[in-house]
């Protein structure tokens, strides 16, 4: 059975880092591109980043520019998410998501949550001092 699962998620103050972690079981990582979406209280859920399934595109929302950085190891079947200098409002429930790379998604789609097919359950990111 195909699964993602979060973690690395916590509380931080602001200016503080945390890595996520997305960690697949059931199918072979390689095959998938990755994104990051989060969702605030209220809010729509929102993509963060994306990366291909060989690593050799990322994208990003630009509020995370120069701040987040995506990368993927598959010879562990995991993605990750190093996020620094965090912000209140990057305080979020935040949500890895796979699609196979055949579907071959546009990069103006690659932050759209229905581009993905496979979703994990999500970790809780909260930044407050």
């Known amino acids: 059975q195909l699964q993602l699962v979060e973690s690395g998620g916590g509380l931080v103050q602001p200016g503080g880092s945390l890595r996520l972690s997305c960690a697949a079981s059931?199918?072979?990582?390689?095959?998938?591109?990755i994104g990051w979406f989060r969702q605030a209280p209220g809010k729509e859920r929102e993509g963060v980043s994306y990366?291909?399934?060989?690593?050799?595109?990322?994208n990003y929302k630009d509020s995370v520019k120069g701040r987040f950085t995506i990368s993927r190891d598959n010879a562990k079947n995991t993605v990750y998410l190093q996020m620094n200098s965090l912000k209140p409002e990057d305080t979020a429930v935040y949500y890895c998501?796979?699609?196979?790379?055949?579907?071959?998604?546009?990069?103006?789609?690659?932050?759209?949550?229905?581009?993905?097919?496979?979703w994990g359950q999500g970790t809780q990111v909260t930044v407050s001092s």
């Open positions: 059931g199918f072979i990582l390689d095959y998938y591109a």
């Open positions: 990366i291909s399934s060989r690593g050799g595109s990322t």
């Open positions: 998501a796979a699609v196979h790379r055949v579907r071959k998604i546009a990069e103006k789609d690659t932050m759209s949550p229905q581009s993905y097919d496979y």
